[in-house]
Each structure stands twice: as structure tokens, then as C-alpha cells.
């Protein structure tokens, strides 16, 4: 009998082996031993063997004492406020985490100590352990409305070279285009303005790229900051570069600095163009809004819950240094921090400002606000009509359970 052969024969009869009682154990291993001319210990070992070989190999435990992480009681509260907080990486998630748990437990369940003491402790890399299996992935294309301003681009001058960004009050200014797959016809836009020292945000909606309406919602997000305006650049759109925001800007006791930036270049504004799409486009994605009502919706929702969502409670970084080493860029970033934590630290920002900020924080629930503002985004899309954009980002509902 060939080896082969035998393998095929012990096969066979292996599992029998395994399962016959005592009696029949001894018959059939004396009819392997005398077919396959082994000595009967040998024949033993071989049953025994590939019983062990063929066994379902237990689940292998991870060595060393069990996670105190990877439990239900403190997953349910880490992905509930991941999700309220629009799906922060691990680094904001971790530092907003002191700010969202009292509201947590004020609004949505009460938490044991040990598991309060975990999510306080916890760290970016077991965040992103615990979230993998639940990370989205966003992909979105959109469509670009800045038509060249022509008129005075002579007259506002380029901004060569840094502002101070320790400095509170120098923004970067655009629009973000609600035309749907086609530019035809008017539709709203949204004015998205960031402070470049705090990350402080403004948002207002405007309906087409008239300069009246444009420079009106300008005068009101400078009325809504925390601080003094002092400069203001923008890209080379129409509806930034006409006389109406020159005189705006320039004709005042105190003339606040208005620049533009070079054609084509969007890394000039690289931190407007970064939050038209974390602070827009990922909440409204790329549907049409073709009617003019819903302009006061938008203004109303930017106005109210929506900037005190975003500038009190949802935590950003900032590069302090980027370095070339060969062929990899190393960059530096600074601890995560709320754009109100980084104006009660800026020292230009009065004391009285900062105390109506700090009563004004204390009143606040982040779940609230944004339980606020889902209820008039989705009003907003139920005037829009049916149906879902090209490319329209999907957050999950705050409290859904997906592990």
C-alpha cells in the first residue's frame, strides 16, 4: 500500500475511531494495524494524531489581563458622542470628551464611576481601536461657482505673506455653492468665514452673489464675533471683489485690512476651503436649495444652535510646523482645542467678552443643540424634494447602536 493510500485509509477511518466505544476501538485498530502492517503503539500514535491535527484550534486569548475598554457600558457613550460631535478623529474626540461628559449624563444617561474614569483615560489609539469597525467613508465632488472678478483686481492687493495667526480678528472668507449638479439659474449660497488664530466660524446664507446681500451678511458675522475684525481676505469670486465691500471695509474710522488670493491658488485659503467641507458640506452635502425660503432657514440655523455647535463644543488643531525630510513631510500640530477654549487664551480678547463667554458656555448642551439643529436640516431637505444628491455625505443618527 502506498503512503498515499494510507493517508486516504487513516482518514477514513479517524473519525470512527474517535467516536466508537472501547469494543470496536480495538476491532478497528487491529484492522488498520494488520492492512497497513504498523505496529499497534505506532497505530495508536498515528489516530491520535491526526485526531489532534484536525481538532478546531481553540480561540487564541490575548495574552496579558482583559481590556477595561472593550465593554458595552463604556462603547455606547463613546459612540454616542462620537456621532453627536460629526464623527471626530480619535485626537478631538479625546479632547472633547471632558467637555461632552457632564452634558452626557445630564441629557442622556447617567455613567458609573469606573466607566466615567475609562473615558477620561482613554487613549486616541484605543479610540481608534474601539471605532474601526464603525468608521464611515466619505467620498464628495462638488462643483465650483467662483467666476473671475475682474474689476478690481488691480485694486485689492494680494496677500504675499502671512498674517500673525496668534491674533485673533484676521479671517479667510468664501462661498459654498447650493447649485446641485448644475450652476444654472439662482440658487443659495453660504458664506463660511474662519478666524485663522482661534478657528472661530461664521456661516451665513445669501441668495445668488448679489454685493448688497453679500456685504449684509458680512456686517453680520462682524457683529457676531468675539472679537475685533482686522482683516479679512477672500478669493477672487464676483461676490467678494466689487466696490460695495471695498468701501465696506476701507471706509470706516479704523479701516480693516482686505486682501484677495492669487488666482487659481487654493492653497492661499487653505483653512476656508478645508471648513466648506467640514462645517457644510458634510452637514447640507450637495443638494439644489432653488428657493428663496430657504435662505431665512439656513440663516436661522447658522445663527442659533449652529455656530454654538461648532465653536463651543467640536475641538480642532493647528499647524504649528511642517518640515520637508527627503521625500516625507513632517508636520507638527498643537493639542486639539475648541475655538472657545483658544479665545479665552488669547490675551487680545477682553475680560468682559470672556466672562459672557464662560456664563454663556455653562447653559449649553451640546446634545441638545445638536438634536436642534437635525430637526431643522432635515425640515430644510424635506423643502428641498425628494430624492438624494450626487455625493451627499451620510452621518449616522446620534444614539444608533452599530456595534
Not at 109 to 126: M, N, R
Amino acid at each position: 500500500m502506498s503512503p498515499r493510500s494510507k493517508h486516504e485509509y487513516l482518514r477514513a477511518i479517524a473519525l470512527r475511531y474517535q467516536r466508537a466505544p472501547r469494543v470496536q476501538k480495538t476491532r478497528i485498530l487491529d484492522e488498520y494495524c494488520a492492512t497497513c502492517g504498523y505496529h499497534r503503539k505506532y497505530a495508536i500514535i498515528q489516530l491520535n494524531a491526526f485526531r489532534q491535527r484536525h481538532r478546531p484550534a481553540p480561540p487564541r486569548r490575548k495574552p496579558g489581563r482583559p481590556s477595561r475598554y472593550a465593554v458595552p457600558e463604556l462603547l455606547q457613550p463613546l459612540q454616542h458622542i462620537w456621532q453627536t460631535a460629526h464623527l471626530p478623529c480619535s485626537k478631538r474626540l479625546k479632547a472633547l470628551l471632558p467637555l461632552w461628559l457632564p452634558a452626557y449624563q445630564r441629557s442622556v444617561h447617567a455613567l458609573p464611576h469606573e466607566v466615567l474614569a475609562a473615558l477620561q483615560t482613554i487613549s486616541p489609539a484605543t479610540i481608534d481601536r474601539l471605532l474601526r469597525p464603525i468608521r464611515p467613508l466619505y467620498r464628495g465632488v462638488g462643483r465650483t461657482t467662483t467666476k473671475p472678478g475682474r474689476l478690481l483686481r488691480h485694486q485689492i492687493p494680494i496677500r504675499t505673506n502671512q498674517w500673525d495667526e496668534t491674533v485673533p480678528g484676521f479671517l479667510e472668507a468664501d462661498t459654498v455653492a447650493h447649485c446641485g449638479d448644475s450652476t444654472a439659474g439662482e440658487y443659495a449660497l453660504t458664506i463660511d468665514a474662519t478666524d485663522l488664530a482661534t478657528g472661530w466660524t461664521e456661516q451665513r446664507a445669501v441668495w445668488g452673489k448679489g454685493e448688497t446681500a453679500v456685504v449684509q451678511q458680512l456686517t453680520d458675522i462682524e457683529a457676531a464675533l468675539p472679537f475685533l475684525l482686522r482683516g479679512v481676505d477672500v478669493d477672487n469670486g464676483s461676490e467678494f471683489l466689487n466696490w460695495h465691500l471695498v468701501r465696506h471695509f476701507q471706509e470706516r474710522p479704523t479701516p480693516v485690512a482686505f486682501t484677495r488670493a492669487r488666482a487659481y491658488q487654493k492653497n492661499d485659503n487653505a483653512h476656508i476651503e478645508q471648513k466648506n467641507w467640514t462645517h457644510v458640506r458634510q452637514w447640507l452635502g450637495y443638494r439644489r436649495f432653488d428657493d428663496p425660503i430657504l435662505v431665512d432657514r439656513l440663516n436661522d440655523l447658522y445663527t442659533t444652535e449652529w455656530r454654538l455647535f461648532h465653536n463651543f463644543f467640536l475641538p480642532s488643531v493647528k499647524l504649528l510646523d511642517k518640515q520637508r525630510l527627503g521625500a516625507t513631510i513632517k508636520k507638527v500640530h498643537d493639542a486639539p482645542q475648541t475655538p472657545y477654549q483658544r479665545v479665552l487664551a488669547a490675551p487680545q480678547v477682553p475680560a468682559k467678552t470672556q466672562v459672557r463667554l464662560k456664563t454663556q458656555f455653562g447653559q449649553l448642551d451640546p446634545f441638545q443643540l445638536r438634536a436642534a439643529m437635525d430637526r431643522k436640516i432635515r425640515a430644510i431637505h424635506q423643502l428641498v424634494g425628494p430624492g438624494k444628491a450626487h455625493s451627499e455625505a451620510t452621518i449616522p443618527a446620534p444614539g444608533k447602536v452599530l456595534f
